[in-house]
């Protein structure tokens, strides 16, 4: 499985951005997606997550701004990330998994940054 993720860059507080990570490969048993981020000197956490089938989970510091989302005919998932804050600022990392065989995979990563 590879991922591939885009849409990040730079942004104003209070702005907004898209991710956006297209799966290929052996597919068919992904079944979660997620996003995580890394900042600068810290671990890496995880930002959200959704179900093949839609049910979604998110880090409490970004519920009620950011909405991940996913295109099963696309293999695509996203980010929709509204009212950033300085803090978000960090590497953002696509992860999918196989629950079956617990194999994960991660993407290159993309760079979000929000100057205050």
């Known amino acids: 499985v590879q991922l591939q993720a885009s849409g990040g860059g730079l942004v104003q507080a209070g702005g907004s951005l898209r991710l956006s990570c297209v799966a290929s490969?052996?597919?068919?048993?992904?079944?979660?997606m997620a996003w995580y981020c890394q900042a600068p000197g810290k671990e890496r956490v995880l930002v959200a997550k959704?179900?093949?089938?839609?049910?979604?989970n998110y880090a409490d510091s970004v519920k009620g701004r950011f909405t991940v989302s996913r295109d099963n005919t696309k293999n695509t998932v996203y980010l929709q990330m509204n009212s950033l804050k300085s803090e978000d600022t960090a590497v953002y990392y696509c992860?999918?998994?196989?629950?079956?065989?617990?194999?994960?995979?991660w993407g290159q990563g993309t760079q979000v940054t929000v100057s205050s």
């Open positions: 490969g052996s597919i068919s048993r992904i079944n979660v």
């Open positions: 959704i179900a093949r089938g839609g049910t979604s």
């Open positions: 992860n999918a998994l196989d629950l079956l065989s617990a194999a994960e995979y």
